[in-house]
Nanobody
Framework: QVQLVESGGGLVQAGGSLRLSCAAS????????MGWYRQAPGNERESVAV???????NYGDSVKGRFTISRDDAKNTVYLQMNSLKPEDTAVYYC?????????????WGKGTLVTVSS
C-alpha cells in the first residue's frame, strides 16, 4: 500500500510562486502515472500535471508554461513548481498515483493541500 502526503500549499498573491511536494510512504516500482490534480469549489477535479508511462509529463492547458512537475526518486517525492499564479489556480491540490501491484492497478490519492491565490 502507498500513502501520499502533500505539503507546500498556502496563501500567495497573484503572480507569486509556490512549490508543492508529494511524498510517498514507500518506493513505488511500477507507477503507471503520478502527479497532481486540483479541485476548486463547485468544479470538477481536473488534471494539473501528471507523469505518465515513460516519464513523459502531461500538463493541463491552463497551467502550461507556468507549472512544472519534477521528481526525486531517491526521496520518493514528486514536486509541482507553480509560477505566475492566478486567482483561478485557487483549489485543493491532490497528489495522485496509479500503481500496478501484480495484476491489479490501484489508484492512490493524498488528502490534499489548499492553495489560495489572492488578487
Amino acid at each position: 500500500q502507498v500513502q501520499l502526503v502533500e505539503s507546500g500549499g498556502g496563501l500567495v498573491q497573484a503572480g507569486g510562486s509556490l512549490r508543492l511536494s508529494c511524498a510517498a510512504s514507500r518506493t513505488i516500482f511500477s507507477i503507471n502515472a503520478m502527479g497532481w490534480y486540483r479541485q476548486a469549489p463547485g468544479n470538477e477535479r481536473e488534471s494539473v500535471a501528471v507523469f505518465s508511462s515513460g516519464d513523459s509529463a502531461n500538463y493541463g492547458d491552463s497551467v502550461k508554461g507556468r507549472f512544472t512537475i519534477s521528481r526525486d526518486d531517491a526521496k520518493n517525492t514528486v514536486y509541482l513548481q507553480m509560477n505566475s499564479l492566478k486567482p483561478e489556480d485557487t483549489a485543493v491540490y491532490y497528489c495522485y498515483a496509479k500503481v500496478t501491484w501484480g495484476t491489479a492497478v490501484m489508484d492512490y490519492w493524498g488528502k490534499g493541500t489548499l492553495v489560495t491565490v489572492s488578487s
